[in-house]
């Protein structure tokens, strides 16, 4: 199993050091998701974390933050759809169906697919998968070990 962790949208006090200790202690992968953030805002929120832990991030926004911080990649969804023009590195994607999970995940390292439990954090953001469908899609081979489930 991996631990991966994905941060709040918003920063609070306390969050490179919340982070460093997550990593301390065995954390594989952090999403950084910081929809609303300015790259100078990402850039110095980077800045307070260990370097050591660099190669273990992937971003949701500034892709250019991968190349300055050596950090493990990039992460597509609804606000950032497509990888810059010659990317190479580790990419990751969010996915809402069966059909784009099928799709993203022989382009990515890994994909994301929600909701698949009700979202403690998007008020109203239910499930959209009964568990009938979930082992149907995992029987045709769509859900792998490359798909990991979002929600709750």
């Keep these: 199993m991996k631990l991966i962790v994905i941060t709040r949208p918003h920063f609070f006090e306390g969050e490179a050091a919340i982070i460093t200790a997550l990593f301390e202690n065995g954390l594989e992968i952090l999403h950084l998701r910081k929809p609303e953030a300015s790259a100078g805002e990402l850039d110095c929120f980077l800045q307070q974390l260990p370097d050591e832990y660099m190669s273990r991030i992937v ?10 911080f050596n950090l493990k990649g990039i992460h597509l969804n609804g606000r950032n759809k497509h990888a810059p023009t010659g990317y190479s590195g580790h990419i990751s994607c969010s996915c809402h169906s069966f059909d784009e999970v099928s799709q993203c995940k022989r382009l990515c390292d890994y994909v994301f697919l929600s909701p698949v439990y009700d979202s403690i954090s998007k008020e109203g953001y239910t499930s959209a998968y009964p568990y009938d469908s979930l082992l149907k899609a995992c029987q045709a081979g769509i859900i792998d070990e490359k798909v990991i489930a979002l929600g709750g």
């Design 59 to 68: 971003t949701h926004e500034h892709f250019q933050m991968v190349s300055v």
